[in-house]
């Protein structure tokens, strides 16, 4: 049974408060850029950047950005099942797209091209502000995102992402499962860290001491965590 919202006391930091402003935004692009501007935000990564649109906006949308390190394998993943998983020759497209893209705030970029894993040491740890998690959204993925990234978390940081399904069944039943939810609620528990449902299908954890686990559903979509519902097709 997952604990929802729960009362702070004195000893505890502030509950993901920012939340109060993430509702009623017309997109995630929106959302975000309300986010990071008030939180002045000003180092942050971004996991998985495909073709560089979320950045773009971001680096337009949040002036105060000074570092955006950008990871990205940019490369067919023979174990990735999932539709963005392409051709090499189309992701050899697609990076020059990002870099296009970007390129009008290449004094900022970071580029890390390679796995989570693969690249993660390339960021210093408690350095980061905020970072975007919407690479490989399977069990693996988000597992190996959200733990590697962790330690990157300044104090006080937060970690945000994409894809926060309400049903695994996200694409076709031939590809693999999302399960960006729920394991970022588990791991939240696991940490202690308080974590929201936000509207757009966005998560956002707060990493702070001497905090404590709660689940803010902002959206009332996520009653239901069961993995126990049938795939579309059935
Ligand atoms: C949904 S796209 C990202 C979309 C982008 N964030 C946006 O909003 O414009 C997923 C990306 O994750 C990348 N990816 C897949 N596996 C990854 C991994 N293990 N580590 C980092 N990135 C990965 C893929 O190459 C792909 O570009």
Known sequence: MIKQESCTSDLKPPSLDIVEMLGGHHSRRELWATFLNTQRTR????????????????????????????????????????PFNVSQQIFDDIYREMDAKTAFAAHKRRILRGCT?????????????FAYIDGD????????????????????????GDDFTTTPWQHDVKF???????????????????????????????????A???????TALYGDLSLNKLPPSC
Request: hydrophobic letters at 45%; one cysteine or more; glycine letters at 6%.
């Open 137 to 160: 959204h399977t069990l693996r993925g988000i597992t190996i995102d959200l733990i590697k990234i962790w330690p990157k978390i300044r104090s006080g940081g937060f970690i945000g």
């Open 43 to 82: 180092v942050m990564a971004e996991i998985g950047v495909w073709k560089g649109d979320f950045a773009a906006d971001v680096l337009k949308d949040a002036p105060l950005i000074e570092t955006y390190f950008m990871v990205d394998p940019w490369a067919n993943l023979p174990e990735w099942n999932k």
């Open 176 to 210: 693999e499962p999302t399960l960006v939810c729920p394991f970022s609620i588990y791991f939240a528990e696991a940490m202690d860290m308080p974590i929201a449902a936000l509207e757009h299908g966005q998560f956002l954890i707060q990493k702070n001491k001497n």
């Open 117 to 129: 894993k693969e690249v993660v040491a390339g960021i210093p740890n408690e350095s980061l502000d």
């Open 212 to 218: 404590s686990f709660s689940f803010r559903d902002t």
